[in-house]
Nanobody
Framework: QVQLVASGGGSVQIGESLKISCEAS????????VAWFRQLPGKEREGVAS??????KYADSVKGRFTISQDYATRTFYLQMNALKIEDTAMYYC??????????????????????????WGQGTQVTVSS
């Protein structure tokens, strides 16, 4: 049984950092893709960062500012968010897939950021960035 428990959200100011966590059970890092998504009210869920067994993939909007990581010992994966912007305000969800999920384009494959590729979801954790 897969269970994902997200935590660590909060309110910060522009330019500050925040690290959110997702405690995972029932999956194996490196054999199951894990990812972070975010969603604003009335909008579709957006893939933010994803990792499988190789290099992670980031949405263009967060590249260079956000880092996804996995702690095999504690079975927890994280999203380190630096240089936060107002537009990063959203409900953040952690997710896991039943295996490794990739998207291939022009002969190159990278971790999927598609919501439909992920099978298990944690509860959301709110991140609010203000001026």
């Amino acid at each position: 049984q897969v269970q994902l428990v997200a935590s660590g959200g909060g309110s910060v100011q522009i330019g500050e950092s925040l690290k959110i966590s997702c405690e995972a059970s029932g999956i194996i890092f490196g054999m199951n893709s894990v990812a972070w998504f975010r969603q604003l009210p009335g909008k579709e869920r957006e893939g933010v960062a994803s990792i499988g067994k190789d290099d992670p993939k980031y949405a263009d909007s967060v590249k260079g500012r956000f880092t996804i990581s996995q702690d095999y010992a504690t079975r927890t994966f994280y999203l380190q968010m630096n240089a936060l912007k107002i537009e990063d305000t959203a409900m953040y969800y952690c997710a896991a897939a039943g295996g490794i999920r990739t998207t291939c384009r022009r002969g190159a494959c990278f971790p999927s950021l598609k919501e439909s590729d992920f099978d298990y979801w944690g509860q959301g954790t709110q991140v609010t960035v203000s001026s």
